[in-house]
Structure formats: C-alpha cells, structure tokens
C-alpha cells in the first residue's frame, strides 16, 4: 500500500514572446492531450482559463473530483481570512487557540510547512481511513502537537500542518471546518459545487476536497489572478523559501517571474486498487492559468512532463 499526497517544484520558465491567446489555449489542449496519451491517462481533463475566463474545457471539466493536496489551498486562504479580519495573526499559536500543544507553533509556521512536525503521520494512516467521512483532524492533531519536534524553521511538507490549521479554524469559529472554509475560501469565489469527498473526505483540510476541474479554476483564479487578493504573493510573514527561487505561501509554491507572479501546485493520491488520482493547478503570468485533473497514480517525472509541456506552450519555447 502506497499513500502519497504529493507536492510539486518545478519551474516554471521565462521564455519569449508569446502566442496569440487562441493559439494557446489550443496548444494546451493539445499537448495535455498528448501527455495524457503518453502516460496513459484513463480519463483526464483540463481547464484552461484566460483573464478569468474559460477557453477551453475538456469534457469531463464539470465532474467532480479528488482535489487531492490542491485542498491546501482552500484550508490556507480560509485561515487567512481569520488574520485579515484580526482574530489571528501570522504569530497565532496552535496552543492559544486548541489549549494544548507546544507553545511555538503559528500559524505561519503551519502554513509554510516549517513547524518541525515531523514524521508525516497520516501517510500510514489513510489507508484505514479511506471511503470514510468521519473526520480525522483531531487525531491528526493530538498526534503531532504531542510529539517532538524536528526541524523546526526549515521547510519539510506535511500534511499534519493542514490537519492542525484545519482543527484550529473549527475551534476558533465554533463551526464545522467545511462550514466555515466554503463561506470564507469558496463563496468568493463563487464556488458552490464543491463538498468533501466521500473517499477522502476525513481528510479534508489537506486533502479530502472533491470538485469539478472547472471550480477549483475559479476559486484558484479568484485568489491568486491579477485581480486577486494574492495576486501579489502571500502575505511575507506566511511564505517561506524552499530553494530555486521559489516560495511555498497559502497552499501554493510561487515564484516571481518578471512583473508576475507565478502559482503552482500537484496533488497525488496513490492507494492501488483503491483510489489513484491527482491533480494540478497552475497560473502564469497573472494571465494564464490551467488546472488539470488525472485518474492514475502518476510518479514525479510524468508531473515534470505535464509541467514542461504546458510551460513551452505559455511561453512559446
């Protein structure tokens, strides 16, 4: 049994001038078109967006599915919210709000992946929780606040830092996580569709969100486009550097680009003959963006791949 919810960092490039938009959005077509045969993709999809507005969808682009890590996001910009409305702040602690835990881990630690949780503990975990509801957050969290930390300040991804920011949101607001993140993250947006998984469900802050590829272009756009509220980036207090020139901020790795930023991130669950799906959302140039969906449990160089074909198409390379 394999239980993986991956996070991609790869680059996305500055190349030449680009194409007319047209031209693009059937480039990206075409050549997700032909990654997916390549890799072998039973039945995949993709939503190209420009300046907010779809230009090309693939047929299954209403069906929902597993968002997989892409939920990060969600959990992310619906904790921002509690800083922007001054309940929290980039140094809120979990202990503060859960009452127990160590005393040193923020919010911002949580967000970018640097609190020093560390092993991973839902990856041995999801196994059993796999076609349940129930959610898990809470074990999730006495799990890990109740453990030694390792590494803290340096940036190690970990579902467990979603799980507690996940918890931290439902105890601060008195409602149920997917309560409160559909008004604060999704209804901007004007996203209605989406709902917790019934497979992955449990693990909804980092991981058990389910919609269409067509939605989650919206709510990733409304957020993180030209127009967005982190059009700019996250606020610095809640990113952190992994290397490269990239920056890991509210459930999406980002790099400054020329006068843009770019935003991207994967997610992956590999559970043979259970479940194998993944994601992939990205914007470019606060111009374009794309959000791809597959039903197959791909490795890190199919992900390479699929960002690499669609970055030469952006960026007419």
Known sequence: MKSLLIAALWALFVGAATAQPADTAVGLQAAFDRWSQAHQIPTPGLVVMHKGAVVSASRNADTPVEMASLSKAITA???ASLIDEGLWNAQTTSAEVLGF??????????????????????QGLTAMWVTSTVPRKRIVTETALNRRRDG?????????????????????????????????????????????SDVMGGMLPWGGWKMSAREYARFHYHWFGPQGAYA???????????????QYGLGMFERRVA???NFWHFGLWCLPFRLDAGAYAVIWKGEWSAVAVYDKCIDWDAMRALDTALVEVVYDR
């Open 77 to 79: 910009v619906c904790a």
């Open 101 to 122: 835990g160590h005393d040193g881990i923020t919010v911002a630690d949580l967000i970018g992946h640097h609190s020093g949780l560390m092993p991973d503990s839902t």
């Open 152 to 196: 803290a300040g340096t940036y190690q991804y970990n579902n467990e830092n979603y799980a507690v920011l996940g918890e931290m949101i439902e105890v601060a607001l008195g409602v149920s996580y997917e309560q409160a993140c559909q008004q604060r993250a999704l209804d901007p947006a004007g996203v209605q569709g989406a709902r917790a």
């Open 232 to 246: 700019k980036g996250a606020p610095a207090a809640l990113r952190v550097d992994v290397g490269g020139g990239a």
């Open 259 to 261: 006068v843009h930023r």
